[in-house]
C-alpha cells in the first residue's frame, strides 16, 4: 500500500506563513523514497489543479511556479521519508487545496498527469 498524507494546512491571514509536511509510507515508499521526484501542486475551486514546487530526488534539482517564487520553498528529509513546503507572504490567491505527489522522472514544470500518487491534500486558506 502507498500512501502519501498532507498536513499542514489552515487558515491564515495574508502575509502570514504556513509550513505544509507529506509523509510518504508504504511498500513502495519505506525503503525507496529518494528514488521518487516529488512536488506539490495545488487546486482551488473552479480551477484545474496546477504545479506549485517540485524537486528531485536528492533534492540538487528544484522549481517552482512563477506565481510563487521567493515566497515558497520545497525541502525534502529523506531518512524520514518527509516532503515539505514552507510557504511564506501568503496571499489570498495562494487559497487552495495542496496536494503531495511523487513521481518518476524530474521535470522543472510537471504535469498532474506525469506524476504516480498523490495524497489527499491538505486545505490553506488565505484571508484578505
Known amino acids: 500500500q502507498v500512501q502519501l498524507v498532507e498536513s499542514g494546512g489552515g487558515l491564515v491571514q495574508a502575509g502570514g506563513s504556513l509550513r505544509l509536511s507529506c509523509v510518504a509510507s508504504?511498500?513502495?515508499?519505506?525503503?525507496?523514497?529518494?528514488?521518487?521526484?516529488m512536488g506539490w501542486f495545488r487546486q482551488a475551486p473552479g480551477k484545474e489543479r496546477e504545479f506549485v514546487a517540485v524537486i528531485s530526488r536528492f533534492g540538487n534539482y528544484i522549481n517552482y511556479a512563477d506565481s510563487v517564487k521567493g515566497r515558497f520553498t520545497v525541502s525534502r528529509d529523506n531518512a524520514k521519508n518527509m516532503l515539505y513546503l514552507q510557504m511564506n507572504s501568503l496571499k489570498p490567491e495562494d487559497t487552495a487545496m495542496y496536494y503531495c505527489a511523487a513521481g518518476g522522472t524530474y521535470y522543472s514544470n510537471p504535469s498532474a498527469d506525469g506524476m504516480d500518487y498523490w495524497g489527499k491534500g491538505t486545505l490553506v486558506t488565505v484571508s484578505s
Open positions: 508504504g511498500r513502495t515508499f519505506s525503503s525507496y523514497f529518494s528514488n521518487y521526484v
